[in-house]
């Protein structure tokens, strides 16, 4: 019985890390997991948070973050749960030889760089009257963003000095 519920497990397993790889769906499931962060903490949407919520930016372009958290004095915090995952899923796979694996997690890691850097030249925090002038990017799990950091030890440092704050579950949910 055990044998046949972990190959069970381990079909289920591959068939959502197959579906995660869909960045339409990862954005999704990022989503997902953000909204329930968000609830978990007690805030209810259209209350506490808005969702897709569309502003204009001081560039003039338009830019419509994921969740926006209303905080006490007209304060918000700005966040973006679209963290690129498909290098760390790919790195995950049970027979990937040790230096592509390596290989996948740079990978991860340098996509995350480069979300960062796409998500500073967004000056999403422009867009709202007051905000702590950074953007919380939401990597939906501890893992993925442990990974990211392991393999490149400097990416929090650097994306804060972006104004784009590197958040898990574990750490939003403290901050809320």
């Given at each position: 019985?055990?044998a046949?519920?972990?190959?069970?497990?381990?079909?289920?397993?591959?068939?959502?890390?197959?579906?995660?790889?869909?960045s339409n769906?990862?954005g999704?499931?990022?989503?997902?997991?953000?909204?329930?962060?968000?609830?978990?903490?007690?805030?209810l949407?259209?209350?506490d948070?808005?969702?897709?919520?569309?502003?204009?930016?001081?560039?003039?372009?338009?830019?419509?973050?994921?969740a926006?958290?209303?905080?006490?004095?007209?304060?918000?915090?700005?966040?973006?749960?679209?963290?690129?995952?498909?290098?760390?899923?790919?790195?995950?796979?049970?027979d990937?030889?040790?230096?592509?694996?390596?290989r996948?997690?740079?990978?991860?890691?340098?996509?995350?760089?480069?979300?960062?850097e796409?998500?500073?030249?967004?000056?999403?925090?422009?867009?709202?009257?007051?905000?702590?002038?950074?953007?919380?990017?939401?990597?939906?799990s501890?893992?993925?963003l442990?990974?990211?950091?392991?393999?490149?030890?400097?990416?929090?440092?650097?994306?804060?000095a972006?104004?784009?704050l590197?958040?898990s579950?574990a750490?939003?949910?403290s901050?809320?």
């Open positions: 019985t055990v046949e519920t972990t190959g069970a497990l381990h079909q289920q397993t591959a068939v959502l890390s197959g579906a995660l790889k869909s769906t990862s999704a499931w990022g989503e997902m997991q953000l909204r329930r962060v968000l609830e978990h903490a007690g805030l949407p259209k209350c948070f808005d969702e897709q919520v569309r502003s204009i930016s001081r560039h003039g372009k338009q830019i419509r973050p994921d926006v958290v209303h905080l006490p004095g007209g304060k918000v915090l700005v966040i973006d749960s679209k963290a690129p995952i498909q290098h760390f899923l790919a790195a995950q796979v049970e990937t030889p040790d230096a592509e694996r390596d996948l997690l740079h990978a991860h890691s340098a996509a995350l760089t480069g979300h960062v796409a998500l500073s030249a967004k000056d999403y925090w422009s867009g709202f009257d007051s905000t702590p002038e950074a953007v919380l990017c939401f990597v939906p501890e893992a993925i442990a990974t990211a950091v392991r393999t490149d030890p400097d990416l929090l440092d650097r994306a804060m972006k104004r784009v590197l958040v579950p750490t939003l949910l901050a809320l």
